[in-house]
């Protein structure tokens, strides 16, 4: 099995800035990609960012510019900078990992279980 485990959300004033971690561990042979969602109450889960092994990445077009997503892969760790945090930011944000195991050998979608961010205006 393999467990995401995040940290860093919290309350902050708009405009100012947020780091999430989540990092990967377990039965892990490989981590494809790892991401970032996020889903704000009444809202459909939606992506924030991902970054895959080659390390190109992917950013939701309301977060461009304002939030970096990197990686480090000998910790099998997931960052997200969030900088120029506006309300509209205020989620549950949900890390994703596309995993292969080192048990089975077969790829598999794993989710952490949510860190609430709060922006307040």
């Known amino acids: 099995q393999v467990q995401l485990v995040e940290s860093g959300g919290g309350l902050v004033q708009a405009g100012g800035s947020l780091r999430l971690s989540c990092a990967a561990s377990?039965?892990?042979?490989?981590?494809?990609?790892m991401g970032w969602y996020r889903q704000a109450p009444g809202r459909q889960r939606e992506l924030v960012a991902d970054i895959i092994s080659g390390g190109n990445t992917h950013y939701g077009d309301s977060v461009k510019g304002r939030f970096t997503i990197s990686r480090d892969n000998a910790k099998n760790t997931v960052y997200l900078q969030m900088n120029s945090l506006k309300p509209e930011d205020t989620a549950v944000y949900y890390c994703?990992?596309?995993?292969?195991?080192?048990?089975?050998?077969?790829?598999?979608?794993?989710w952490g279980q949510g860190t609430q961010v709060t922006v307040s205006s």
């Open positions: 994703n990992a596309l995993v292969i195991s080192s048990v089975t050998m077969r790829r598999s979608d794993y």
């Open positions: 377990g039965s892990i042979f490989s981590i494809n990609a």
